[in-house]
């Protein structure tokens, strides 16, 4: 596995306040697959600035998240980590926006940042639950197919 590029998977929430748990709920689909090695999926949690461990080594990052855009419940967005770590327009949150601009703009900073995305869905309900309200639950399948493409992409891209 020398030399190949590593791409790396992290959904990062909360699994105990319902739609904050998207992200994870996503990479626990996205386990369910098989990915060639150098393809590594993460349960980031809330692990806010921890996030650093994953990123300095990757070569490609994906991370999946609840966004509050102000759309419909269930809205799937792809944004790039610049648009969050340098962003103060306040448009597009993270539940843990702090956290994630925090990491991004360290990560910057210190040069660990590779290539990034976030693939965000607008939750529906954030509250004290282990269940996803109905809207994100329909669209998480959508979700997973998103960032299975975008991983497709990226090891074809890398390949060639």
């Known amino acids: 596995m020398a030399g190949e590029k590593r791409i790396v998977v992290i959904g990062v929430g909360n699994l105990l306040l319902g739609d904050e748990g ?3 709920h996503a990479v ?3 386990k369910k ?9 993460v349960d980031g ?3 806010g600035i921890d996030l650093l461990y994953w990123l300095e080594d990757a070569d490609y990052a994906i991370i999946i998240d609840c966004l509050e855009a ?4 269930g809205a799937i967005f792809r944004i790039p980590a610049e648009e969050i770590a340098f962003n103060s327009s306040g448009q597009i949150i ?3 926006d702090l956290n ?6 360290a990560a910057d900073k210190l040069g660990k940042l590779p290539p990034t995305v976030i693939y ?18 329909e669209a998480l399948p959508s979700l997973v197919r998103l960032i299975k493409k975008e991983i497709d992409q990226t090891t074809n891209f890398f390949i060639k």
Request: no cysteine; net charge negative; proline share 8%.
């Open 120 to 137: 965000g869905i607008q939750p529906g309900e954030i509250a004290f639950s282990e269940q996803l309200s109905p809207a994100v639950n």
């Open 70 to 73: 102000g759309e419909e419940p």
């Open 94 to 96: 993270s539940l843990h």
């Open 100 to 105: 994630l601009q925090e990491v991004f703009y």
């Open 45 to 47: 949690g809330t692990a």
């Open 28 to 30: 626990n689909e996205l």
């Open 33 to 41: 697959d098989s990915f060639p090695a150098n393809v590594e999926i």
């Open 22 to 24: 998207a992200g994870i």
